[in-house]
């Protein structure tokens, strides 16, 4: 099983400020990473895909970077929306064996 | 706009049967395999069990194999879990997820996700 570390667990920052997430991958998953946001009671929202494309109507401000093993959400410009918990996810199985991080609560100051 | 709107849930004896349905609404084209992902506060966000394009091949993770069974009905575009002998750690929100096209794939599109208990 590939197992995907986020860090930090929980980050606070400043309104307007940057918060960098990161998310590592126990074996090589090439650019096979998503990320999602999900704020209490919804379900998961799917910001980020291949590692650093944007889903549809999700903000510049959010954007990914990486490949391989080390992969990175960086959060631009935060606003009060964006207090969220926000998860990896890799799919790089065949047959399927996908896996999460454990997610990063980002809260704004 | 594609959505998902599921159904199904609740409360089940250990031991017990459920079955969540999971109606795909907006797009006919079928060429995506669809998954089921639970949630609990203890574990996080786990991926279940998935179902291919064409719906001959079927996956699951190794807790629930033998236990829960996918399908999906392509004449009324919904997806079912059948969940045979529950179990406590069963006890999730389960969420149905439709992958970007076929596989293996980003979930793109999630449904509102139902809560299942087992509990006596």
């Known amino acids: 099983e590939i197992v995907m570390t986020q860090s930090p667990a929980s980050l606070s920052v400043s309104l307007g400020e940057s918060a960098t997430l990161s998310c590592k991958a126990s074996?090589?998953?090439?650019?096979?990473v998503a990320w999602y946001q999900q704020k209490p009671g919804q379900a998961p929202r799917l910001l980020v895909y291949?590692?650093?494309t944007r889903a549809t109507g999700i903000p510049p401000r959010f954007s990914g970077s990486g490949s391989g093993t080390d992969f990175t959400l960086t959060i631009s410009s935060l606003q009060p929306e964006d207090s969220a918990i926000y998860y990896c996810?890799?799919?790089?199985?065949?047959?399927?064996?996908?896996?999460f991080g454990q997610g990063t609560k980002v809260e704004i100051k | 706009e594609v959505q998902l709107l599921q159904s199904g849930g609740g409360l089940v004896r250990p031991g017990g049967s459920l079955t969540l349905s999971c109606a795909v609404s907006?797009?006919?084209?079928?060429?995506?395999?669809m998954n089921w992902v639970r949630q609990t506060p203890g574990k996080g966000l786990e991926w279940v069990s998935a179902?291919?394009?064409?719906?001959?091949?079927?996956y699951y993770e190794d807790s629930v194999k033998g236990r829960f069974t996918i399908s999906k009905n392509t004449s009324t575009n919904t997806l079912y879990l059948q969940m045979n002998s529950l179990r406590a750690e069963d006890t999730a929100v389960y969420y149905c997820?439709?992958?970007?096209?076929?596989?293996?794939?980003?979930?793109?599109?999630w449904g509102q996700g139902t809560r299942v208990t087992v509990s006596s």
């Open positions: 997820a439709k992958e970007r096209s076929g596989a293996p794939n980003d979930f793109e599109i």
């Open positions: 907006g797009t006919t084209s079928g060429t995506y395999a």
């Open positions: 179902i291919s394009v064409n719906g001959r091949g079927t």
């Open positions: 074996q090589h998953v090439i650019s096979n």
């Open positions: 291949s590692a650093s």
């Open positions: 996810h890799q799919y790089n199985n065949w047959p399927p064996r996908y896996t």
